[in-house]
């Protein structure tokens, strides 16, 4: 199935959950937040939602630093 992650096209697996499109990208879900189709999803339902064809993720990594 065809989703769009961070703005580009993607083929996931039929059935394939946020939990398994982050492990396929090699992404740590601690390490992220996931966007679905403008709604925020909470990390621990990240390996019971599945995606659907057509579905839009943004992927957002959390960064470190600061000001001096």
Known sequence: MELTVNG???????GATIAALLEELQINPLR????????ITKRE???STAL????TLEII????????
């Open 8 to 14: 580009k096209k993607l083929e996931a697996a039929n």
């Open 32 to 39: 992220v937040a996931v966007q679905l189709n403008q709604q």
């Open 45 to 47: 339902l990240y390996e």
């Open 52 to 55: 659907q064809a057509g579905d």
């Open 61 to 68: 990594t959390f960064m470190a630093g600061g000001s001096q």
